[in-house]
């Protein structure tokens, strides 16, 4: 599948890395392996920093958190740094019981011995099938193994280490100058299906050497997840294992951020873009999809109420069936917008398929019907939607929904 591509504004005084590397920031190596825990692709990851870096996280809001999340959350609570962050795919190590946590806390435990740091440093992150044990033996053989191959160069085989159904590895990184010095972020994730706001079905992992105060990079990376994580949709399930963490290690020389470091604005900018360009790449990778949907709400009258009227759009299984089939019907989209939550006032609003008027001030109006197939088709197809009730606006992302979601999710043990 074409990568898809997220630019940087020209002028922004922010750069789009050619080839994006989780290992690009200074200080941060990485590697994957097959360990056994799959049939036969890799499922066995790790991340390091050369320095104890200052690091923050973000988890899913489902009441069932897997045993990684919470031993994560531990360690985290220690300092807030972290200095690696081991993570498997093919099994969740969710609703697990006592056994769960014990063996996310051995896999803690054999990384940070063969690493050689506290264990507390040491983060852990799952994802696969819910309800299974880990098969603990296999992981414990391949630690060594990883650390052994850990480098620069460990960026691809670390990204096709935490895939399950995705159907291609998702990187993003800028560059960016603070105190005159280059500073780099760089993210990785993963996000195909059971991917719905708050979280979805994701793991993102965000490097960056930037020096940074860490109640900073917590608030920063709650907010950046509030606009672009928390924004995307496959399928309305909300997963047991997501997980957006971010470390810094601090070796551009910057003098630490906060918000009120003169380049912070920037910063910030540069650490949305990341985020965002990571979030569009899993919305864009659905289970079964063709193309990443759109949605741009405007004209309401608080941020909350745009973000709740775009992801209500997005989310739609009528409207994602609807892109899937390149169809118009504009009357499920004002549908899902009505039953949204959103205050609004149905005679004001404007509907936009691409760039082809469908609703004016409430009602339809003659529409131009090949141009409206033909904005659905595109990749990415946006809907946009203008309420005429304030000054705030929303965007939102997710995917069609098509023959082989079901296809997928039917056989997805098998």
């Known amino acids: 599948m074409e990568q898809l591509q997220v630019k940087a504004t020209a002028g922004t005084g922010i750069e789009m890395a050619g080839e994006p590397r989780i290992t690009s920031p200074r200080g941060f190596t990485a590697a994957g392996l097959h360990a056994g825990i799959k049939r036969k692709r890799k499922d066995l990851g790790l991340i390091t920093c050369e320095v104890p870096a200052t690091a923050a996280a973000v988890y899913t809001l489902n009441t069932y958190q897997a045993a990684p999340l919470m031993v994560t959350r531990e360690g985290l609570a220690v300092e807030g740094k972290m200095q690696a962050m081991i993570v498997n795919s093919g099994n969740a190590n969710a609703c697990t019981g006592p056994r769960g946590m014990e063996d996310a806390k051995e896999m803690r435990r054999e990384t940070a011995r063969w690493l050689d740091i506290p264990e507390h440093l040491v983060g852990?992150?799952?994802?696969?099938?819910?309800?299974?044990?880990?098969?603990?033996?296999?992981?414990?053989l391949g630690i060594p193994n990883l650390v052994k191959e850990l480098g620069p160069a460990g960026h691809d085989?670390?990204?096709?280490?935490?895939?399950?159904?995705?159907?291609?590895?998702?990187?993003?990184?800028?560059?960016?100058?603070?105190?005159?010095?280059?500073?780099?972020?760089?993210?990785?994730?993963?996000?195909?299906?059971?991917?719905?706001?708050?979280?979805?079905?994701?793991?993102?992992?965000?490097?960056?050497?930037?020096?940074?105060?860490?109640?900073?990079?917590?608030?920063?990376?709650?907010?950046?997840?509030?606009?672009?994580?928390?924004?995307?949709?496959?399928?309305?399930?909300?997963?047991?294992?997501?997980?957006?963490?971010?470390?810094?290690?601090?070796?551009?020389?910057?003098?630490?951020?906060?918000?009120?470091?003169?380049?912070?604005?920037?910063?910030?900018?540069?650490?949305?873009?990341?985020?965002?360009?990571?979030?569009?790449?899993?919305?864009?990778?659905?289970?079964?999809?063709?193309?990443?949907?759109?949605?741009?709400?405007?004209?309401?009258?608080?941020?909350?109420?745009?973000?709740?009227?775009?992801?209500?759009?997005?989310g739609s299984s009528l409207v994602k069936t609807a892109v899937f089939g390149a169809d118009p019907n504009w009357g499920r989209i004002l549908c899902a917008l009505g039953y949204s939550g959103t205050r609004f006032i149905s005679d004001r609003v404007d509907l936009y398929i691409g760039s082809v008027c469908a609703v004016q001030n409430g009602c339809p109006v003659p529409m131009m019907e090949v141009a409206a197939r033909k904005a659905l088709a595109q990749d990415p197809a946006r809907i946009r939607v203008d309420l005429k009730q304030g000054d705030a606006g929303a965007t939102a992302w997710g995917c069609d929904l098509t023959y082989d979601y079901v296809r997928i999710n039917a056989n997805y043990r098998t």
Request: glycine share 8%; with cysteine; charged share 20%.
């Open 157 to 314: 085989s670390f990204c096709q280490a935490i895939l399950t159904t995705d159907t291609c590895t998702k990187a993003v990184e800028v560059r960016l100058t603070v105190d005159g010095r280059e500073v780099r972020v760089a993210g990785v994730a993963k996000g195909s299906g059971m991917v719905h706001p708050r979280m979805a079905t994701m793991l993102a992992f965000i490097n960056t050497d930037a020096a940074i105060e860490r109640p900073a990079l917590q608030s920063l990376l709650r907010d950046v997840t509030d606009e672009t994580f928390n924004m995307i949709t496959v399928d309305g399930d909300c997963s047991t294992n997501d997980m957006v963490s971010v470390m810094a290690s601090g070796l551009a020389g910057n003098d630490p951020l906060t918000p009120e470091h003169p380049d912070w604005p920037l910063f910030f900018q540069a650490f949305s873009h990341v985020a965002r360009g990571l979030a569009q790449r899993i919305a864009r990778d659905g289970e079964g999809a063709t193309r990443l949907v759109e949605v741009v709400v405007t004209g309401a009258e608080t941020r909350e109420e745009a973000r709740r009227a775009a992801k209500a759009i997005v």
């Open 124 to 140: 852990v992150a799952s994802t696969g099938v819910i309800g299974e044990p880990l098969p603990m033996h296999q992981i414990g």
